[in-house]
């Protein structure tokens, strides 16, 4: 019999961070999924095929979340009844006892459903994450004085390319963008504002992604809402504006892979601000694409002037701590490299000044 400590840690690690990320339900189903395994339960069917891997492969190829976005799909689905039942709603806490037991229930009757769901790579939007890049666009605009050119490389469904388009309530820091804006995103924001007065002009919009979520398919969207941790409403109900949005202003993701798109589409050029972005993507990338989509930037940055001058803005973990989140800007001419703020993952929290 294989070892399957590494599994059992891996769901283990999975229910910490779905705990501490403020899905409590979303951490208990993983420790009943971990349970499972351990009791020789039906749950390691569905897993089998990472079975044999180390914990941190496991991790990386998102086996857990892969089995929570499965559970949630069916439970979004509204064809498995009692699963629905246990799971919570506004004003309803759910039951991740009996939703365990219930979903227990359908790997045993849909195995062939569950290891199709589960073969895809899973794919989230983080709408709220807009809430850390705007500092960014703002200092761009501000310092620049300039209308943006907007390029997002790993952009999912590329609900953040419309971020001039929502509107951010930060605090005591005070509020930004379209007052009736059906996309509100409320952030803990901690420090002294970002420059709310600069006059923002998005004058182009572009976006790549390796594989592009496409919205205007009604079995896509429901993958992404279910990859959503079913306890976090909020969350939910902004990627539902967002994706409202995005259909009605016809967003459009290009599949490309992000080092050549950046290296052919997003030169700088005179008259405005040449903003590439991205969040939560870096990662993602083998070592040599990172060296080389850096290198494109940098060849961009070294072509920049004031008259057309180029931005990389990103939010994305500082090497070796996947757990934090950095939001870094480095503005050409001069290419100085900034840490704007300090955020939480999902834009729940910016600490502006990176205090
Ligand atoms: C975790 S998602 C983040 C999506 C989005 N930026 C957000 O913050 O919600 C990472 C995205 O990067 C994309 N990706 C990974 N490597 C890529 C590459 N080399 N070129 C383009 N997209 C890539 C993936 O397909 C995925 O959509």
Known sequence: MAD??????????????????????SGELMDKAADDVEQGGPTLTVLAPWADQSTRAIITHAAPVRLLGAFHACALAGDAPALTAAYPAPGRPGDAQEAYAQARRLIEQRPAWFAEFMNHEPQTNEVRRSACLV?????????????????EVGASAGLNQLWDQFRYRLGDAGAWGEAGSPVVIETDWRGPPPPLD?????????????????????AARARLRAYVW????????????????ALAAKVNVETDDAVAWTAERAAP???????????????YMPQESQAALLAAINA?????SEFAPYAWLRMEPPPNDLANM????????????????RVHPHGAEVKWGGG
């Open 230 to 245: 079913a306890d976090q409403f909020d969350r939910l109900q902004r990627l539902d504006a967002a994706v409202a949005l």
């Open 135 to 151: 500092g960014g666009f703002l200092t761009v605009a501000s310092e620049t004085g300039l209308p943006l050119r907007c390029f």
């Open 300 to 304: 961009h940055g070294a072509a920049a």
């Open 198 to 218: 600069a006059r923002v002009q998005v004058i182009e919009r572009a976006a790549c992604d390796r594989r592009p979520v496409d919205i205007s398919d009604p």
């Open 326 to 341: 950095e939001l870094r800007l480095t503005l050409w001419p001069g290419g100085e490299e900034r840490l704007l703020a």
């Open 269 to 283: 050029r005179a008259g405005a601000a040449t903003v590439v972005y991205h969040s939560v993507f870096w990662q």
């Open 4 to 25: 399957l400590s590494p599994l059992i840690r891996a769901l283990r690690l999975q229910a910490q961070a779905c705990a501490a990320f403020g899905s409590a339900f």
